[in-house]
């Protein structure tokens, strides 16, 4: 009866690390993404400064 309980207890906890490890693992996907996101969105405000840049200079 007791080793019934501490390997349903086992179980339980190893399924809670599964699921943090799982969260992690989103979470840092989701950071990621982010940051990709942002990256671009800058260089595509660099690119179209430079573009305008070149627009004036060539007028």
């Known amino acids: 009866m007791n080793t019934g309980e ?3 207890s086992q179980a339980t906890g190893l399924r809670q ?3 943090d490890r799982q969260a992690l693992q989103v979470s840092s996907i989701i ?5 990709v996101y942002v990256l671009v ?6 690119l179209n400064l430079k573009r ?6 060539w007028k």
């Open 52 to 57: 305008m840049n070149v627009i004036l200079n």
């Open 6 to 8: 501490t390997g349903f």
């Open 31 to 35: 950071q990621i993404a982010i940051s």
């Open 17 to 19: 690390l599964a699921n």
């Open 41 to 46: 969105a800058i260089i595509k405000k660099h």
